[in-house]
């Protein structure tokens, strides 16, 4: 798979979501507040986390909040 959002618990879904959607309707994987992530992630072309750790992935793109959704902060 090319891409893929990984994200760290509940609160972030809703970020998740939007961003997988914007991304084009990617996979979503939830890593439920540990530190493993399902291999299929892991095996993704780019990885974008959103909440906790970083993962580590050589392509990983790291967001939160309303950054994942091309915000920035004071604009909202």
């Known amino acids: 798979m090319k ?3 990984v ?3 509940s609160s972030d879904f809703s970020v998740a ?3 997988a959607n914007q991304l084009g309707w990617v996979a ?3 890593r439920y507040g540990m530190l493993k992530v399902h291999p299929k992630a892991m095996a993704a072309e780019q ?3 959103v909440g906790g750790p970083r993962l580590g992935h ?3 793109v790291y967001v939160s ?3 994942a959704l091309g915000f920035h902060e004071g604009e909202v």
Do not use: G, Q, S
Request: hydrophobic content about 55%.
């Open 47 to 49: 990885v974008f986390t």
């Open 65 to 67: 909040d309303f950054d």
């Open 58 to 60: 050589p392509n990983e």
């Open 7 to 9: 994200f760290f618990t």
């Open 17 to 19: 979501l939007a961003l």
């Open 28 to 30: 979503m994987f939830c």
């Open 3 to 5: 891409k893929a959002v």
